[in-house]
């Protein structure tokens, strides 16, 4: 099944076929919140990485949900493993990305993200809702997880392994002066600077102008020119794991096939002393 969807390919009719659920989460740089000014799609729910979506257990903010927790919030919206589900976000894409990545660690086969999201489906002026399904609306079911074989997640242990040896290339979602240590990270307590030897590739770059995925052709190109081989194992990074799924689909896409995502990020590896840390200035 194909990872993204353009609006090009849906329509309201076609919108019966899916589960649309947005997915949600504030702006961790400029603090703006995730609100649904403009409306939903037609017959959306919701999950907010910011509350149910994550596992709060420890001091990480996005850290992923336990594939039995998943299935459990999968499971009372009315979403089974069979269950076709169409994923969007309201910035563009930013944070869809997580949730589909997340979907498949746990066996998802039906998963697509809506690229664009709901600024590509504003702009064709597709029809939107004031409201998410209800309660009443929906009719819990048992989410029964299983074996992935195409996307993974990784500790900061799996980085470390991985730092000093040739073949798997660590890449950096976060924006170039947080990738060089010119700027202060915006989550408190962070040092700033990157990993040993990875690669940074902003997660904005790999959009165009309208926020949607460049062409699988445009981003081999990218990351060839970035002297990124893609042939051989990656790791992706971000600020807290979210934007990494952005830079790890478009991986997929321009045809990778071992793609990893560092589940803590910048937020775990930043915050502990142990794990090393460069920056531009570092000689």
């Known amino acids: 099944m194909q990872r993204f969807i353009s609006v090009e390919e849906l329509s309201p009719a076609s919108l019966a076929d899916w589960q649309i659920v947005l997915v949600s989460m504030s702006n961790p740089v400029s603090g703006e919140a995730d609100t649904a000014k403009d409306g939903y799609l037609p017959d959306s729910v919701k999950i907010d990485l910011d509350a149910e979506g994550s596992d709060h257990s420890c001091e990480l903010p ?35 990305p ?13 998963v697509a993200v809506l690229n664009g999201g709901l600024p590509a489906w504003k702009a064709k002026g597709l029809p939107l809702v004031t409201d998410l399904k209800t309660d009443a609306e929906l009719t819990p079911v048992t989410y029964t997880p299983s074996e992935s074989h195409l996307v993974d997640f990784c500790d900061a242990e799996g980085v470390l392994s991985v730092l000093d040896k040739p073949g798997t290339t660590v890449v950096d979602a976060r924006s170039r002066p947080r990738f060089n240590g010119e700027v202060a990270e915006p989550r408190p307590g962070l040092r ?9 590739v902003p997660f904005t770059e790999l959009l165009t102008e309208q926020k949607t995925l460049h062409s699988s052709a445009a981003l081999t190109t990218y990351f060839k020119r970035n002297d990124i081989d893609i042939t051989q194992p990656v ?11 952005v830079v790890g689909m478009a991986a997929l896409e321009a045809g990778a096939s071992q793609v990893t995502v560092y589940d803590g990020s910048w937020a775990e590896w930043g915050a502990e002393p142990r794990f090393p840390v460069e920056t531009n200035n570092d000689e």
């Open 98 to 110: 997580r949730l589909w990545w997340m979907l498949k660690s746990i066996g998802h086969q039906r």
């Open 62 to 96: 996005h850290r992923r949900l336990t594939p039995e927790s998943l299935s459990a919030l999968l499971g009372s919206l009315g979403i089974t493993e069979s269950t076709p589900v169409l994923l969007y976000d309201n910035y563009g894409l930013f944070c869809a």
């Open 192 to 200: 700033s600077g990157h990993m040993p030897g990875a690669k940074n």
């Open 235 to 245: 790791i992706c990074s971000c600020g807290s794991g979210v934007t990494a799924c």
